[in-house]
Structures are given as C-alpha cells and as structure tokens.
C-alpha cells in the first residue's frame, strides 16, 4: 500500500503491525469527517502518526488519551519490559517524552492531541463525541471493559469503532479485546466491516 508517512514509522516503538496501521489510516480518512477521532493508549505514537495523518488530511483532530505510565506488562520485569522507557525514578516507565517526540518530528502536534490522564478520568470532563474510536488501552479485563462501556457511547451513528489486539484463539493472545468484540457484536449496536490482522473493525448502527 502507498500512504505516505511523515516520519519512518519504524523508528517508533510500538506493537502496531503496518498492515494494520494501514487500515487505521484509511478508515479514518473514510469516517473521520464531522466529529474528532479518539484513541485510548498512546504509548509511543505509532498508531498516533497513522491516525494522525489522516485527520490531517480531513481538517479534523485526533485526541489521544494515555497516563504514559505503561500497562502492566510493560512494567520493569514483566514480559514487555522496554528499558528505553524507565522513568526518572527509575521504579516504572514513562512514554510520555517518546510520544511527543513522534508527533512533533510528525509535525502532527496541530491535529493529534495528548491527554495525558487514565481513560476513565478523561471520561468525566470530555464530552465529546467521535467518528471514530480506536481502543488499545489496558489490556485486562476491566480495562478493555471500562474502555468499551465508556467510549462506545460517544461513537456518532455510522461511526467507527476500532480494537486492537483482538484473538479470536486463545492460544494466540489475551482474551479481554476479543471478548469486547464480542460484546459490541452481541449488542446490536455494531456491525462487523473486517478483521486485519488483530485490528477489528466494527460499525455503529
Ligand atoms: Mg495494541
């Protein structure tokens, strides 16, 4: 595919594959109109940068919500551990500087917005409301939960709703992003557009 990128993407860190950071872009340059784009987990930029580019094109914004403290597995001595990222304390991880970094060497820093803050607080103050809401916050279940319960509703009629890391094996990955597939499904509020990869994509209807 030919979308042209402000920056060598991969020079950013993240778990984002680019076929699947492809599919960000073009389905936010496809419902990304009237109303903002919201992401939930930042961490370096990666999706940030796809997203981004998009909205650019389309004159429109994308908020990006992330505490910058990393999700569990990311802390030191867990499974996705970067030591890049060890904050000043050095007890934990801060991607905070690594995701302000992309955007501006993006020159993105007009149209993609940092909210520095869990999803559920941003949730209290942010009364917005989307075409297109990409999740890949905290990966446990209550995470993907809250995430899915809070922001599903701030999805405009025809909007888009996009999960990341979704399993349908279990031998393949964490069952919390596939099972709010599912339960977006199961509502009725959403129907299925694809999978690519582990990105799936659903529609408000
Ligand atoms: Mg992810």
Same mark, same amino acid.
């Given at each position: 595919m030919r979308i042209n990128l402000p920056?060598?993407?991969?020079t950013v860190k993240g778990f984002l594959d680019p076929i699947e950071g492809e599919a960000l872009y073009l389905y936010a340059k496809q419902y990304v109109k009237n109303d903002p784009c919201l992401e939930i987990g930042?961490?370096?930029g990666k999706s940030s940068v796809y997203l981004g580019s998009a909205v650019k094109e389309n004159g429109q914004k994308l908020y990006s919500i992330d505490?910058?403290?990393?999700s569990e597995e990311q802390q030191?001595?867990?499974?996705? %551990?970067?030591?890049?990222?060890?904050?000043a304390e050095g007890n934990g991880i801060d991607t905070l500087p690594f995701f302000l970094e992309t955007i501006e060497k993006s020159k993105l820093d007009k149209f993609v917005i940092p909210i520095v803050s869990t999803s559920e607080e941003a949730y209290k103050d942010f009364t917005l409301n989307f075409d297109m809401v990409f999740i890949d916050g905290g990966h446990s279940e209550k995470a993907a939960q809250k995430d899915y319960e809070l922001w599903s509703?701030?999805?405009?009629?025809g909007g888009l709703l996009a999960i990341h890391d979704? %399993?349908?094996?279990p031998e393949d990955g964490g069952r919390p992003p596939y099972n709010i597939y599912r339960r977006a499904l199961e509502s009725g509020n959403f129907k299925k557009l694809e999978m690519i990869k582990t990105l799936g994509l659903l529609k408000k209807v």
């Open positions: 920056i060598d993407i991969n930042s961490y370096c505490h910058h403290k990393g030191p001595g867990e499974e996705y %551990f970067d030591s890049d990222l060890i904050n509703q701030r999805i405009t009629k979704v %399993f349908p094996n």
